[in-house]
């Protein structure tokens, strides 16, 4: 059983930076591929980024370049670095942890509120 929670949502203008963080209680942090993903009113949930066990990154075309995933496994905690913030931007945002060793074991946080606007 895996517990996440994110923190860190908050009204932010247009080029500026946020960042969020996702706590996991969990035994063994290694064990679970980290991911953001994001869900504007209206739309489907996107995926925004993955880190994985290893600490390799995957980010979507529309973040790349502006936004940073890291993860600490002592703290047991991925962070997702936003910089050159848009509008676009604006979405609730859910930390995902994902078991590399079973497949489709699955886990959310209950999102934080991420706001671009002047």
């Known amino acids: 059983q895996v517990q996440l929670v994110e923190s860190g949502g908050g009204l932010v203008q247009p080029g500026g930076s946020l960042r969020l963080s996702c706590a996991a209680s969990?035994?063994?942090?290694?064990?679970?591929?980290m991911a953001w993903y994001r869900q504007a009113p209206g739309k489907e949930r996107e995926l925004v980024t993955v880190?994985?066990?290893?600490?390799?990154?995957n980010y979507a075309d529309s973040v790349k370049g502006r936004f940073t995933v890291s993860r600490d496994n002592a703290k047991k905690t991925v962070y997702l670095h936003m910089n050159s913030l848009k509008p676009d931007d604006t979405a609730v945002y859910y930390c995902?942890?994902?078991?590399?060793?079973?497949?489709?074991?699955?886990?959310w946080g209950q999102g934080t509120q991420v706001t671009v606007s002047s």
């Open positions: 969990v035994m063994f942090f290694s064990i679970y591929d």
């Open positions: 995902n942890a994902r078991s590399r060793f079973i497949s489709g074991l699955n886990y």
């Open positions: 880190i994985t066990g290893n600490a390799s990154t």
